[in-house]
């Protein structure tokens, strides 16, 4: 199987111990974090989205004008531009990167943020609405048209399908989310299926859950796992420093940060669910960062050694992770470090594993 590293570009400097500066579109920032990861040989960057952040497809194309190889994963939400729309965007900054594009569809698990840009569904509607709207852009990048369409949701006719996919079929479709309405839409529609960095047995959980809901539709689904990696040089050392980071959260949130904080989307309440049975979990899992901010967002890490971190990474490739969104808290350094390091170890580790097996047969 073939494996994928996948970083996360911001459009300025920031993390969970980096408060953001005043400038909120850092050009300069951009290129450099693009240019890094590029140097690092991630495969791919994601570009979030948030409701007060700057446009994804904006930062993702003005990051491909620095870079030449390095691929972008744009964050997307159902909802607020229409499928056929998003069709035509994908497809043109595919043509744009020059087949560098995927699109990572984000349903919206925060109903404070979804009403900031004007969306009042309730949650199982929102994923009703995201499997048609996949199907749409599907249907665009995929049909000879003009293509009609009466749905609950939508309706058009005569949509256009004259710019598609550089890619073929497509672009890469990733897909989140573990309620069970998220879980039938991913079976239904992902190409990879993004699980943020729970321990062994939820991760081995939701894998099996995700191929059943594939199952019925003869798809086979990818896997990817989003970690927050803290290495040093020795183990010691790097449970020292994800201590310090732990303790510069509670810091700069306040003691008080989350007193009766109770997330509203499944992958948060699960992630502390991880948290409430310790601080170190599995081999290396961490769930420091995670319980000090409320389960707020990729919050996990696996801590050591840059050799010891890419075996604790081999035990989830073993479970079937084939991708890994790997970002730090010191997200530039960082990136620098992990190709430096940890990609390479990873990479060798996995080689091995792939020759073991094959000599098996």
Request: hydrophobic share 40%; net charge neutral; aromatic share 8%.
């Amino acid at each position: 199987m073939t494996v994928e590293f996948i970083g996360m570009i911001h459009h300025r400097k920031q993390s969970e111990i980096h408060p953001p500066g005043q400038l909120l579109l850092d050009h300069g920032y951009i290129r450099d974090f693009a240019q890094a990861a590029e140097r690092a040989n991630f495969d791919r960057v994601l570009v979030g989205y948030f409701s007060d952040s700057p446009d994804g497809f904006l930062v993702a194309a003005l990051a491909a004008t620095h870079t030449e190889r390095l691929g972008f994963l744009v964050a997307h939400r159902p909802g607020f531009i229409a499928p056929t729309v998003a069709a035509r965007k994908f497809a043109t900054l595919d043509h744009i990167t020059g087949g560098r594009a995927a699109i990572h569809v984000i349903t919206g698990g925060d109903d404070i943020d979804q009403h900031r840009d004007g969306d009042y569904l309730d949650k199982n509607e929102r994923y009703a609405r995201t499997d048609e709207y996949i199907a749409i852009l599907k249907r665009i990048w995929t049909e000879r048209g003009p293509l009609d369409h009466a749905g609950k949701y939508y309706q058009f006719e005569g949509a256009s399908t004259a710019i598609r996919c550089l890619q073929h079929p497509h672009i890469p479709v990733f897909f989140g989310g573990v309620s069970d309405a998220a879980i039938a839409v991913s079976g239904k529609h992902a190409d990879v299926y993004a699980l943020w960095g729970e321990t062994h047995e939820q991760v081995r959980e939701v894998i099996a859950r995700v191929r059943a809901a594939a199952a019925p539709y003869g798809r086979t689904v990818r896997f990817s796992l989003s970690l927050r990696p803290i290495l040093a040089e020795t183990e010691e050392k790097a449970w020292a420093r994800a201590e310090e980071i732990k303790q510069t959260i509670i810091r700069l949130r306040g003691p008080n940060a989350i007193s009766g904080h109770n997330p509203t989307n499944e992958g948060s309440r699960r992630l502390l669910v991880a948290a409430s049975q310790g601080e170190r979990l599995d081999k290396r899992l961490w769930t420091g960062a995670a319980a000090a901010t409320g389960g707020r967002g990729n919050t996990t890490s696996l801590v050591g050694t840059p050799e010891q971190v890419a075996e604790a990474l081999l035990d989830y490739y073993d479970l079937g992770v084939t991708t890994f969104l790997l970002r730090g808290f010191d997200p530039q350094e960082d990136v620098i470090d992990y190709g430096r390091s940890l990609l390479p170890a990873t990479k060798a580790l996995i080689a091995r594993r792939q020759h073991q097996g094959r000599a098996a047969e």
